[in-house]
């Protein structure tokens, strides 16, 4: 079994990308789980969304406490929370960050990766400069760096999900998928 964290700011669209997630894994025959927790936090604070994949019925509920991979949709996320608490040993961790994995102070055992998606949100006109929405472009770039997961299954779940500019969010989703630095095993 597959568990990943998302983690953002409220607002940032982490719960519904866990949905587009589970969706694009799901079209690939995987039995999912995808839910959120968070409890009174207001916009801004930090919030998780949480995705189980695996080939066999999901019994397990809850949280998952030890994630194979942990998505950072927000760079301020590093100063506010301690992001790769709970990844595994060899784990992924991929950051919406600007700079290149070995240009950040992040040491861990786990796999470093980085894609600049506020760009890729911004240049798509995806939200606003004070606030860009980076969750499907994010999905983009982890469709890249996980081998079960397809690219096109990751936008169709997109279309099927996202309520506004559908095609800009599937395009800088797209262009993610190719902007990913490191995150090599």
Avoid at 117 to 143: D, M, Q, R, Y
Wanted: hydrophobic share 45%; aromatic share 6%; glycine share 10%.
């Amino acid at each position: 079994m597959q568990g990943i964290r998302i983690d953002g700011r409220g607002g940032q669209g982490a719960v519904l990308a866990s949905k587009i997630l589970a969706q694009a894994f799901y079209r690939q025959g995987f039995s999912v789980q995808a839910f959120p927790a968070f409890g009174m936090e207001r916009r801004g604070a930090p919030v998780s969304a949480y995705v189980r994949v695996d080939t066999q019925p999901i019994l397990r509920r809850g949280r998952i406490e030890m994630a194979e991979t942990v998505i950072v949709l927000d760079p301020a996320l590093l100063e506010m929370i301690d992001v790769d608490r709970g990844l595994a040993d060899d784990g992924l961790l991929l950051l919406n960050h600007p700079q290149a994995p070995d240009e950040l102070s992040l040491v861990g055992e786990f796999r470093l990766a980085t894609v600049d998606a506020t760009k890729l949100a911004l240049t798509h006109e995806l939200g606003s400069s004070f606030s860009p929405i980076v969750n499907t472009v994010v999905l983009g770039a982890f469709a890249y760096l996980d081998e079960d997961l397809e690219l096109d299954n990751v936008l169709n779940a997109i279309e099927q999900y996202t309520p506004v500019k559908i095609r800009a969010n599937i395009e800088a989703a797209r262009l993610a998928y190719g902007a990913v630095i490191g995150g090599e095993a």
